[in-house]
């Protein structure tokens, strides 16, 4: 191990603060290939390992290394790259310029950029840099990654390499490197992980090739290397922090699959959000009466997804108005009553009006308020409409429809959400099913989502933990 690592390591022992990095880290440390990813799947030690990278190289004179993030509040932000990077690096003796971003070793710097603008990576050619690192490489689009091949070279004595942090994700281009890893399930082949390959870039094209393949100016193919470290090799976060493994337990199917994944073997790359991957009728007990101590205003409320389109009038099939009653109790959310009809904009006040009524004011009335100041308006005016008496009020939605549904699809798994016997059960059931490819309309599953979210802030300590 490299000197400044080892005095980190002595530095941060007598300290108090242990800097040593576990056994997978170690094997991302080591390893030879041009291009190294590691991960796979979260809490695996990733960016305390790429952080620990560059110490190797950073007592050499000239050595020049550059993180990459795609968004710059992903550094300088709470928990961000910058912030961790004051866990280790003082203890070699690093002195951090936080208005450059970088850190100076004497003879060697490390910087920390990020390329959130449209070809900010053009700004590096020409530049020789002997070590880049991107974090969470699958956020980074094809283009500056080839380009900045270019300036990965150095006159330090050090071989010039590439490292990257990674989940799974195969709509990114990422997973044309980490396909020749996967088995046919979607999960890294233990034959396979960690093991070194020949990989050519050309042009949009990344082609695996036999370690002799020379290109016609006689040049050798990139070695490649992917190392798959889960959340079971990070001892020291689950003993320091034992519910990180429950928390990932709670993600939804998909995200589970995905980001948790299979001891040894990482997270699922073929998974995808599909019909019947969200959500399953088997997941929701239906229920021939609540419970026996029922609905106040801080756990009872009544989501609504509008449209204004009456059958008939724009479309054939348009869009309805949804709305979904849910009452939470303790960790457990019952879905009380479901409507869904196309209306004219005219009906679809009357509707809200008239089941606000029926439901009484002790049950929250929520629905999406868009960001605009239309959206606003129209939210200010059904409040007034209401009147005092009502708790309504508009949220804003954050993420597209599929992350909304998540926390309460993670809920139907586990058998915490119930639902009242109804007429309405088998449209809920049957919309559910299909979200979120093969369904036409989503209104229901919106609806559900808004409900589930406004319990989980009322209820946080019994509903929090679905919100991850």
């Known amino acids: 191990m490299c000197p400044l690592i080892l005095a980190a390591i002595a530095a941060s022992t007598m300290s108090d603060e242990i800097l040593k990095p576990q056994r997978k880290q170690e094997l991302f440390l080591q390893c030879p290939a041009d291009i190294t990813l590691f991960g796979g799947s979260r809490g695996g030690g990733k960016t305390y390992a790429a952080l620990l990278n560059p110490l190797r190289h950073a007592h050499i004179k000239g050595f020049v290394s550059t993180f990459f993030r795609k968004q710059s509040v992903d550094i300088t932000g709470p928990g961000g790259l910058w912030q961790e990077t ?41 530049a020789s840099i002997c070590h880049f690192h991107w974090e969470e490489l699958t956020h980074f689009e094809y283009e500056p990654f080839q380009f900045m091949l270019g300036s990965n070279r150095s006159t330090c004595g050090v071989k010039p390499y590439i490292t990257a942090t990674c989940n799974p994700d195969n709509t990114s281009w990422v997973w044309q490197l980490a396909k020749p890893y996967m088995a046919d399930d979607g999960y890294v082949d233990p034959e396979q992980n960690a093991t070194i390959k020949h990989v050519v870039f050309k042009g949009d094209s990344i082609d695996f090739v036999e370690p002799d393949y020379r290109d016609r100016m006689n040049r050798p193919p990139k070695t490649v290397c992917l190392i798959v470290a889960d959340v079971w090799d990070n001892e020291k976060l689950l003993e320091t922090n034992p519910d990180y493994l429950t928390n990932l337990e709670n993600l939804s199917h998909v995200d589970r699959e995905r980001f948790l994944g299979i001891r040894g073997r990482g997270g699922n790359w073929l998974i995808r959000e599909t019909a019947g ?15 026996d101590h029922i609905a106040t205003p801080r756990n ?10 009456e059958a008939g009038a724009d479309s054939k099939d348009p ?51 868009e960001w605009s100041a239309p959206a606003k308006r129209e939210s200010y005016e059904l409040t007034k409409k209401l ?20 926390p309460f699809s993670a809920a139907c798994e586990q058998g915490r959400v ?40 009322s209820i946080p300590t019994s509903f929090g933990k679905f919100l991850i």
Not at 345 to 365: E, G, R, S
Request: net charge neutral.
């Open 86 to 126: 004051f866990k280790i690096y003082p203890f070699a003796n690093g002195i951090p310029n936080s208005s450059h971003m970088w850190w100076d070793f004497q003879t060697s710097r490390i910087f920390f950029r990020h390329l959130q603008k449209k070809d900010t990576h053009i700004n590096y050619q020409g």
């Open 277 to 291: 991957m969200l959500f399953k009728r088997g997941w929701i007990e239906i229920v021939d009466r609540l419970p």
């Open 300 to 309: 009872t409320v009544r989501a609504w997804d509008f449209a204004a389109t």
């Open 319 to 369: 869009d309805c108005t949804a709305s979904i009653k849910m009452f939470g109790i303790d960790d457990t959310a019952y879905i009380i009553h479901c409507s869904n009809e196309a209306m004219s904009p005219a009906n679809v006040y009357k509707t809200f009006h008239n089941l606000a009524i029926q439901d009484t004011p002790t049950t929250a009335i929520r629905w999406e308020q």
């Open 387 to 406: 009147g005092d008496r009502f708790n309504a009020a508009g949220i804003k939605p954050v993420g597209d429809k599929i992350t909304r549904f998540k």
């Open 418 to 457: 119930k639902m009242l016997r109804g007429t309405w059960n088998e449209m809920v059931l049957s919309q559910m099913e299909l979200f979120p490819d093969l369904c036409k309309h989503d209104d229901i599953c919106d609806a559900a989502s808004l409900a589930f979210f406004h319990l989980a802030l």
